[in-house]
């Protein structure tokens, strides 16, 4: 079965910092996608950013970039220059080729102190 | 352009009555998964819905059920509400199967008493 574990359950950082969120995942499938999804207070879950598995290049969206490791099975998010709405929960999540469930890992609940 | 949206935003139930939430998906989307979220965890797949059909199901008892309308709209039921199914209940939609693009709902927050 695959999981997805988040070890950081809470980070903060100041605004306009850098902060890197951490994700490691567990699988025997080759194809896959591995997605960053945010959680504001609002409650509806945001897709921050996608990776193909069979893509080298790590995937970036403007200030979110991420670091994957396929070997290690590591995903982690960074965002760059932090801004006050970028407070939230973070949720890693991985979905495999023959599957349509993404599975989520417990999240990381960011802060950014002004 | 709407997204997805889901009623009733907060409801409150009593152990063993029933519930139904419902979910409109996004316009051109036609595959829609519901995902429980219980509180400081991250959300677990419930089941999809494609073309009126259930395409799979995560690890949820017999009492949470579906429906998929015509007009690509679905319905998740729970019976017999256990304290434990307290939780927010979240629809995400995609344009077709296998698309991985999902757009989530703000959920259904139920608290069974």
């Known amino acids: 079965a695959q999981t997805v574990t988040q070890s950081q359950p809470e980070m903060s950082v100041q605004e306009a910092e850098t902060v890197t969120l951490s994700c490691t995942y567990d699988?025997?499938?080759?194809?896959?996608?591995l997605f960053w999804y945010k959680q504001p207070p609002s409650r509806q879950m945001i897709l921050v950013i996608r990776q193909e598995a069979y893509k080298q290049q790590n995937a970036t969206e403007n200030r979110f970039s991420v670091n994957f490791q396929k070997a290690a099975k590591s995903f982690s998010l960074k965002i760059s220059d932090s801004q006050l709405g970028d407070t939230a929960m973070y949720f890693c999540?991985?979905?495999?080729?023959?599957?349509?469930?993404?599975?989520f890992g417990t999240g990381t609940r960011l802060t950014i102190i002004p | 352009d709407a997204g997805v949206t889901q009623s009733p935003t907060h409801l409150i139930k009593t152990r063993g009555q029933q519930v139904t939430l419902r979910c409109s998906p996004k316009s051109g989307h036609d595959t829609v998964s519901w995902y429980q979220q219980a509180l400081g965890q991250g959300p677990q797949f419930i089941f999809q819905y494609y073309e009126e059909e259930e395409r799979q199901r995560g690890n949820f008892p017999d009492r949470f059920s579906g429906h998929q309308f015509p007009n690509y709209s679905s319905e998740l039921n729970v019976n017999a509400l256990l304290l434990g199914d307290s939780a927010l209940y979240l629809c995400?939609?995609?344009?077709?199967?296998?698309?991985?693009?999902?757009?989530f709902g703000a959920g259904s927050r139920l608290t069974v008493l």
């Open positions: 995400a939609s995609s344009p077709t199967l296998y698309a991985r693009v999902l757009t």
């Open positions: 999540a991985f979905i495999d080729f023959g599957n349509e469930k993404l599975t």
């Open positions: 699988t025997s499938e080759s194809n896959y996608y």
